[in-house]
């Protein structure tokens, strides 16, 4: 073969390329014009999904939702002409009306109404696939002129996205307390990787029933958030309630950071509450009281003997010491104390000696003989202690007197006291839900930034307590460093939350992350000729995180991203609003006046001694068995 038909054989499969290229485009340029009606579905369909930043599932939703329509007109077609077949060709009679067009512009409106049932669901279909081509081409790098383009595509869309889910949550009643089915709406979704899509995301009732953690920094929106999630509970529970499908709810909060923000969020999350149906919010300790001593007997002296602080070392035996006093006082026979000065008074050697010398206790007798020395210093130290506590957990009252509790614990002014009526109001919370004789209620428990008061209760172990009491747990931090002291206990908590886990903007989101798993993207190299693409290049398989971490270091204030299952879901949370229709709240609960303590009586003498005996009394003075 020679040089010039070599040429000649290039250059003719050359241009037949080109004309079976240009007749292909050609031929669809020819069927998009004949198809007037379908393309402009098609093409509102492909600029509103790239506008609005929608995936292709909602156009295909979209064309789901017309389906009905189509059926209805081919159902009103057959009526009419009372044959299926002559139906089913109506649409293909209606084409007619479109092709050659008709210059007039009413024509042309006819002729797109006549044929709508039947193009608005198959153009939305069809912009679906076109647009779900273009979201795969762009991000493998199959599409675009430039190598950046599958970035400036990424970056462009989540603004639109974001800009979507905004307008969605500022708009009225789009995301309310409550939605149907018993689901809490949380705001307009972003983007979903792994999760189903829908315009709001919302959340079940049911996974806050579990164990939920929430990350976020100062001013990223955490307490719209959590306040949004405790109102839309109480809403879906106590509706549950009231057509006898569960327990009344209760709700409680321990605001653990305290200060003015705490009394603003407490008023903020009572007149939610109030909207929602609530009887009586408590506000502890600003409105109301709790008595601690309302605990049973052996559990009241666990709680105290934790409550203060006995050190390791030599300090170990005063510490025995003090529990067995601290288990005589309590347990003494007649029942617990009542109050706390009925508790300081018991410790006391004369009150103990008296209480358990009745020759049916010889061995308790005998302890209390032997700690008589130390009796002043332990009533010194749980003295000093039911002091700075304050009155607020003398009583009266009970968790069961409100429906929602909202308890303010100056964590960041006074972190040892804090940390003492954590473990008393969780201890409360807990003899709550196991208490056989009371109403059986459904319990979230909620800790905002738990990690100020966390030293004396770790994080894990309310987890691990709430989890086999039946009782819902939700903590919140500023910090992946906040859930726990030891990078164990961190992951203890995270990985046990089964309710999912909220992140918001924080510097350290990896851990987290981690936790969604990775998905498999497509990685393409491509070889560049200029500043544009080469036809040469490869595609591998990679793995890339489900959670972007970059994305959630962005992220503005109201945004947050929703790890569960191994998928993530971006969110514009709602802040959270009372509906305009309900009643007005109830007036708040004047502040209850704690009553003069009760005077105990005193225990019952010792035995009187048999006729022409003497007992230590008699012998050495009163008090001599001391």
Not at 581 to 593: C, E, F, H, S, V
Not at 605 to 625: E, H
Request: hydrophobic residues 45%; charged residues 20%; positive net charge.
């Amino acid at each position: 073969m020679s040089v010039w038909s070599w040429l000649r054989l290039t250059a003719s499969l050359w241009l037949l390329r080109r004309a079976v290229k240009c007749a292909g485009w050609l031929l669809l340029l020819a069927v998009v014009i004949g198809a007037w009606p379908l393309t402009l579905i098609v093409l509102a369909g492909y600029v509103a999904a790239w506008w609005r930043g929608w995936p292709p599932a909602r156009l295909r939703r979209a064309a789901g939702w017309a389906l009905p329509g189509t059926a209805v007109w081919v159902l009103a077609q057959a009526v009419r002409d009372r044959d299926w077949q002559t139906a089913a060709l109506t649409a293909g009679r209606g084409w007619e009306h479109t092709w050659p067009p008709h210059p007039v512009a009413l024509a042309a409106v006819r002729a797109f109404v006549l044929l709508a049932p039947a193009t608005v669901p198959a153009g939305l279909g069809l912009a679906a696939l076109v647009w779900a081509w273009r979201n795969y081409a762009i991000t493998t790098g199959l599409g675009g002129i430039t190598a950046s383009a599958p970035v400036t595509f990424d970056r462009r869309q989540w603004r639109r996205q974001v800009r979507t889910a905004k307008g969605l949550t500022d708009a009225p009643g789009a995301v309310p307390l409550l939605a149907r089915g018993g689901k809490i709406p949380v705001g307009g979704t972003i983007r979903a990787v792994g999760h189903r899509w829908h315009p709001v995301f919302t959340l079940p009732a049911a996974a806050l029933t579990r164990h939920m953690v929430i990350v976020g920094a100062t001013g990223s929106g955490k307490t719209n958030l959590m306040i949004r999630l405790w109102a839309g509970w109480f809403t879906a529970v106590l509706d549950a309630a009231r057509a006898g499908q569960g327990n009344r709810p209760l709700l409680v909060v321990l605001d653990c950071k305290g200060g003015r923000d705490a009394r603003r969020k407490a008023d903020r999350t009572r007149r939610l509450l109030y909207g929602a149906g609530a009887r009586r919010v408590a506000v502890w300790p600003d409105e109301a009281r709790l008595s601690l001593w309302d605990l049973p007997a052996q559990d009241l002296a666990v709680l105290l003997y934790q409550m203060i602080e006995t050190g390791t070392g030599a300090a170990a035996y005063y510490a025995d010491v003090m529990q067995a006093v601290l288990t005589l006082a309590v347990t003494a026979p007649g029942g617990p104390p009542l109050n706390a000065a009925a508790f300081l008074d018991r410790l006391d050697g004369k009150w103990l000696a008296r209480a358990w010398n009745d020759g049916r206790h010889p061995r308790e007798a005998a302890l209390v003989h032997n700690a008589a020395k130390h009796l002043p210093d332990i009533q010194i130290r749980f003295a000093t202690l039911l002091e700075r506590l304050g009155p607020a957990l003398d009583g009266p009252g009970t968790l069961a007197d409100a429906d929602a509790w909202y308890f303010i614990l100056e964590g960041t002014r006074e972190p040892s006291v804090a940390q003492a009526q954590a473990m008393a109001l969780t201890e409360l919370a807990a003899h709550a839900a196991a208490d056989q004789y009371s109403e059986p209620r459904a319990i979230l428990l909620a800790a905002d930034d738990y990690s100020a008061v966390s030293g004396r209760v770790p994080l894990s172990n309310l987890y691990e307590r709430g989890r086999s009491l039946g009782i819902g747990v939700q903590v919140s931090a500023q910090s992946w460093q906040g859930l726990g002291a030891t990078e164990d206990e961190r992951y203890r908590i995270a990985a046990t939350a089964d309710g999912g886990i909220f992140v918001m903007q924080t510097p350290y989101p990896e851990p987290l992350t981690q936790l969604a798993g990775i998905r498999r993207v497509l990685e393409t190299a491509h070889k560049l000729v200029g500043h544009h693409r080469g036809n040469e290049g490869t595609i591998r398989l990679q793995r890339a995180a489900t959670a972007d971490p970059e994305i959630i270091r962005r992220l503005d204030v109201g945004q947050a991203c929703y790890i569960h299952r191994g998928a993530a879901t971006f969110v514009q949370v709602a802040r959270p609003k009372p509906s305009p229709l309900t009643l007005l709240p109830p007036p708040p609960q004047p502040m209850i006046q704690l009553p003069v303590p009760r005077d105990e009586p005193a225990p019952a003498p010792w035995p009187c001694s048999p006729p022409g005996t003497r007992d230590l009394d008699d012998i050495f003075g009163p008090g001599a068995a001391l």
